[in-house]
Structures are given as structure tokens and as C-alpha cells.
């Protein structure tokens, strides 16, 4: 399905549409509605569960979105956090360059200084998208961040954080006395960040305002131990950076332990990598054969990241792999920025009895992306048929509520939905149209089951309650059940995923 196609899908069942979409819409900007809003708070949930679960001493914190200039001077951001810009001298539009120059460097621009995307121009000779002319040339890196005047007369500066990271690193003195000064210690947030985009594009791909789900990890840089001989034999699929140098683009699926022992890379980093594949696939549904891991070279990751591997997903609506989170080994450069940015010492004694800054790993995930992909894998078209294949736990609406006519049933089926709403379950009512009709709403809504109430629900000249249909999505079979069964088949299924822990059962120190 294509991009198009697939937005007008999600827009006609209340998931997305453009922000001020009476005035024709705000670029980069979309709003959630009560479906997409209701499936966005689940993979939030679904993520926190799974990567707090890991440790005792990972925490999710709530941090301000307003940051103050000392701090992404102190980060870097003021000075590094650029994209590279692309400007048309005939009509004075600007692009981004990876959008310009995406067929002749399909992996993007990142790493390359103004002189080298100068110099793919001259030889690429690319056309302004918008007006078709080739006097294309490469201007001054553009700084992407969203500056507000602060305080009561605006004499003061302040930024809305262009990504959530850095509250993490702010929070780690205080979290260390929450965290009893103990290392491992892990920092996470999941909420807004904002990026003034040069050209935003791809709908939840390239936004303004966007929401990240972020673990800091912050360790002991002469150890992090972690539980590997239980991923050891887990293949993941990875493109190594000298892969890509070969020119190959398909990944090859590797043993954990042999992208640690032949790959080079720390056991820490690849359990968490598999951590993130398995969060993907197993939990969240997306086919393993469409995600990847893909490392950035030297010269193309972030100037502060000593490892970066992005994890992208093959999305036939944006015409192949589009990034929706990563594994960055960020050594000890946030603390030490804003230790100096500060005068505060973020150093920790260990027990060896030495004072170290702590390393950083961050394990990164794009909401908004992520969403897009469930929706891009997930939809299918069998026959007349649109299915959502949502796992039960994402599912907006678990189960759907049917009359089968509205006069005889409609108040038992009431009494079901109350039921169920009383025990936490998802439901929604519903008895507008044929029953064939309201399965095909559900079935694109993503709705894993559907109950219908029809004359064997009723116990004919009392209050007792009989049986009721219910139907599985993807398979469409259907069994009578009790309400006490149906309760409890529906229970099951409604579960947020959780792994096992990396320190369990951990002691105070």
C-alpha cells in the first residue's frame, strides 16, 4: 500500500490527520485521534514494560521539554546540531540534501562536509525537485532546533529539546540518589521532541514535533555485565559498515556471539541489540524478514557515539528501509559536557573503590515511526478484506460488541460491554449496519475479536445469561463461550510483554 493510500486509511478510522487540517494543514505536524492516540499510548507502554523490565534500577522520569541555553551549549547542539541544506537559485527553495541526492547516495548524507555534498552535486547534476532547474548549491549547515524567548521580559534564551536524551542526563545526579549511587543505572523518557526540519517529508518519518521513547543506561566503563550466554545463539539481522562498503545492502543474520567474538563488539551492546529485535518482532509483530540492524561508519554516526546501529524496518509505503530506533554506545561525552557546562561533579566511586565518569548506552525508539510500520506491515488486503493484524495488547479496541438486532439483544449486549469495561477490557459497542459491516470496521481498526449477542446470549423468561459468539480476526473461526470463559480467554490475551530481568534481585548497596 502506498503512502498515500495508507494515510487516507488511518485518517478514515480516526488514527491520524494533519494539525490544523481546517486551514490545510501545518507541515511536519499531524494529530492524533481517538484510535491513534489509544494505539500510540500502548506501544509507549508496551516499550516501557519491556526495557524497565530489564533492570530494578531502570526509571522512567517526566523531565521539562524547555531547555536552557547553557545546556545544548554544554550538549553540543548549539554548534553540531545541523542538517546540511540544499538551495535552488532559481525558484530560492531549500531541501534537505539526503532528499536531493537519495538516488545517486540512497544511505543518506551523514558524515559528509559541505565540500563533499558540493562536489555529488556537480557530478550528480540532480534536478530542483520543485522547479526542475539544475542551479542547485550547498549553503551554510542549518541548526534544527526550536529557540523561545524566556522569562518575563525575553531576555532570556531557551530550547525546546530536540530530543529527550539530554533530560536524562540533567536527571543523572539527582537519579543517583534514587538509584542508591548504584551502576548499572538506567534513565528513561518517553515524550515530545522537537526539530525545526528544513523539509519535512514521509509523514510520521520527518516531523516537527515528534515522540521518542529513550533509555539511558548510564555504567561502570570497566564492566557492564549482563546476562549474554542468553542470547548468545539469537541471530539478528545485521549490514556491518564493511558490508556496506562492498556495496551489499542485504543484512546477514548473525549469532550474538559471533558479533562478539568474530564482530569485535562488547557484550553489553549486542544484548541490547538483540533486546530491540526482539521487542520488534516478537513482541510488537514486525516481520523479522523486514527488520534490520545497520552500523554506521566512523564518519557517518553522530560525533559523539563510539558505536551506532540503527534498526530500520522495510516499509513498502515509503519504498524501503526507513530507521525507527537504534543502540548508540555514547561513551562518557554527555556527562563530562555537562559536568564542565555545570561545575558539577557527575563522577561516581565504584567498588573498586575509583571514581569514574559513567559510560552511556542509549537505547533509542521513534514512536510515531514505530506506529507507521505496525500499520505499513500489519495492513493487508485479502480479497474484500482489510485486517490490521495489531497484537491483542496494542489493539486500541480488544473486542468489538455486536447485537445481533437491536431491539431483541441490544440491552444483554449492553450488559456484556459494561462487563467487560469493568474488568479492564477494550470494548466498544456497536450496531450501526450489517453484522458483516461491523466486522470490516473492526477488522481495519485492528480489533482482534469481536463478540456477538444473539439468541442463545438469552435464557429465555429470566436474567440469566447463555452464550456468546466470538471471533478471531485472523483467522475468523468462531466458538460459543460463557461469559465467565469469555472473560478470561480475553484476559489472557491482553497482556504487556515483559522480558526477564538483567540485574534480578540485585542488593542495595
Same mark, same amino acid.
Given at each position: ?232 545463539? /539469537?541471530?539478528?539481522?545485521? !549490514?556491518?559498515? %564493511? *558490508? ?5 545492502? @542485504?543484512?546477514?543474520?548473525?549469532? &550474538? $556471539? ?101 559510560? /552511556?548506552?542509549?537505547?533509542? !525508539?521513534?514512536? %510515531? *515511526? ?5 500499520? @505499513?506491515?500489519?495492513?493487508?488486503? &485479502? $480479497? ?109 490475551? %491482553? *497482556? ?11 542488593? &542495595?548497596?
Amino acid at each position: 500500500m502506498k503512502s498515500d493510500a495508507l494515510f487516507a486509511l488511518l485518517r478514515r478510522r480516526g488514527y491520524l490527520w494533519p494539525s490544523a487540517e481546517i486551514y490545510g494543514g501545518a507541515q511536519g505536524l499531524y494529530d492524533y485521534g481517538p484510535l491513534g492516540a489509544a494505539l500510540k499510548r500502548r506501544i509507549e507502554e508496551a516499550w516501557a514494560a519491556w526495557f524497565l523490565g530489564l533492570s530494578e534500577d531502570y526509571y522512567l522520569i517526566e523531565p521539562s521539554e524547555l531547555l536552557p541555553e547553557a545546556v545544548v551549549r554544554a550538549s553540543g547542539h548549539l554548534e553540531n546540531f545541523t542538517d546540511p541544506e540544499i538551495l535552488c537559485g532559481q525558484c530560492a527553495s531549500v531541501f534537505r540534501a539526503d532528499t536531493v541526492l537519495e538516488k545517486v547516495r540512497p544511505d543518506g548524507v551523514d558524515g559528509l562536509s559541505p565540500a563533499e555534498i558540493a562536489g555529488l552535486l556537480a557530478e550528480a547534476h540532480p534536478k530542483c525537485p520543485k522547479c526542475g532547474s539544475d542551479r542547485l548549491s550547498v549553503p551554510k549547515p542549518f541548526n534544527m532546533m526550536f529557540g523561545v524567548a524566556f522569562g518575563a521580559q525575553g531576555g532570556e534564551r531557551a530550547y525546546l529539546r530536540p530530543e529527550t536524551a539530554q533530560s536524562s542526563y540533567l536527571a543523572f545526579d539527582r537519579m543517583c540518589e534514587v538509584g542508591r549511587k548504584a551502576l548499572p543505572l538506567g534513565v528513561a523518557v518517553i515524550g515530545r521532541a522537537f526539530r525545526n526540519e528544513i523539509a519535512p517529508r514521509q509523514l510520521l518519518f520527518r516531523m516537527r514535533s515528534f515522540t521518542q521513547a529513550e533509555l539511558q543506561i548510564f555504567f561502570d566503563p570497566a564492566g557492564f555485565p549482563v546476562p549474554f550466554e542468553t542470547v548468545r545463539s /539469537v541471530e539478528i539481522p545485521v !549490514l556491518r559498515a %564493511d *558490508r556496506r562498503s562492498e556495496g551489499r545492502s @542485504d543484512p546477514a543474520r548473525i549469532t &550474538a $556471539g559471533a558479533l562478539v567474538g568474530e564482530g569485535g563488539l562488547p557484550e553489553f551492546f549486542v544484548f541490547h541489540l538483540v533486546q530491540l529485535y526482539r521487542f520488534l518482532t516478537s513482541e510488537l509483530g514486525l516481520p523479522a524478514a523486514s527488520v534490520r540492524f545497520l552500523e554506521k561508519s566512523e564518519k557517518e554516526r553522530a560525533f559523539y557515539n563510539r558505536l551506532q546501529f540503527d534498526v530500520e524496518v522495510r516499509l513498502d509505503s515509503l519504498g524501503g528501509y526507513r530507521e525507527v530506533g537504534a543502540v548508540h554506545y555514547r561513551g562518557d561525552y554527555d556527562l563530562r559536557r555537562h559536568a564542565e557546562g555545570s561545575g558539577k561533579d557527575l563522577s561516581l566511586a565504584t567498588e573498586a573503590g575509583q571514581r569514574v565518569v559513567p559510560h /552511556v548506552l542509549e537505547v533509542t !525508539l521513534g514512536i %510515531d *515511526r514505530t506506529l507507521w510500520a505496525l500499520a @505499513d506491515c500489519g495492513l493487508t488486503v &485479502a $480479497g474484500e478484506r482489510t485486517i490490521w493484524k495489531l497484537p491483542s495488547f496494542l489493539a486500541p479496541v480488544e473486542v468489538g460488541i455486536f447485537p445481533l438486532r437491536t431491539k431483541d439483544h441490544g440491552p444483554k449486549a449492553r450488559e456484556v460491554y459494561e462487563a467487560l469495561r469493568v474488568e479492564g477490557i477494550r470494548a466498544e459497542y456497536d450496531s450501526a449496519g450489517t453484522i458483516g459491516k461491523r466486522y470490516a470496521r473492526m477488522d481495519e481498526a485492528g480489533t482482534p475479536f469481536c463478540v456477538t449477542v444473539d439468541g442463545p446470549s438469552i435464557v429465555p423468561g429470566t436474567s440469566e445469561t447463555g452464550t456468546f459468539t466470538l471471533r478471531e480476526r485472523d483467522s475468523m473461526a468462531q466458538v460459543r463461550l460463557a461469559l465467565a470463559p469469555l472473560l478470561e480467554r480475553l484476559r489472557a490475551a %491482553d *497482556r504487556l510483554p515483559r522480558p526477564p530481568p538483567v540485574h534480578p534481585n540485585r542488593p &542495595a548497596t
